[in-house]
Nanobody, 125 residues
Framework: QVQLVESGGGLVQAGGSLKLSCAAS????????MGWYRQAPGKQRELVAA???????NYADSVKGRFTISRDNAKNTVYLQMNSLEPEDTAVYYC???????????????????WGQGTQVTVSS
């Protein structure tokens, strides 16, 4: 099995910065895409940023120029550097790993996606 553990959330004033980390653990063979989603109260979960194994990135329009996603493939870890935070960024942020292959004994098993437990980011005005 594979687990995703997020860290780095918290409370920050508008204009401040936070860095989220998400480490995937388990007998991982490979992970295709990794990304961050967020869900604010009363709203649907939305994509914030994603990065492929080869480093191609994709951002929501609302965070372009303020957030940067990066990835360490050797550590199976994805990061989200969030700058110039706004109250509208307040949400629970979820880590996602897409296309995960992991070892079970001498076999490799494929799962479409795993999710982290979420970390709260609160931006005060």
């Amino acid at each position: 099995q594979v687990q995703l553990v997020e860290s780095g959330g918290g409370l920050v004033q508008a204009g401040g910065s936070l860095k989220l980390s998400c480490a995937a653990s388990g007998s991982i063979f490979s992970i295709n895409g990794m990304g961050w989603y967020r869900q604010a109260p009363g709203k649907q979960r939305e994509l914030v940023a994603a990065i492929t194994k080869g480093g191609i990135t994709n951002y929501a329009d609302s965070v372009k120029g303020r957030f940067t996603i990066s990835r360490d493939n050797a550590k199976n870890t994805v990061y989200l550097q969030m700058n110039s935070l706004e109250p509208e960024d307040t949400a629970v942020y979820y880590c996602n790993a897409d296309g995960v292959s992991y070892w079970i004994g001498s076999y490799v098993r494929y799962e479409r996606a795993y999710w982290g437990q979420g970390t709260q980011v609160t931006v005060s005005s």
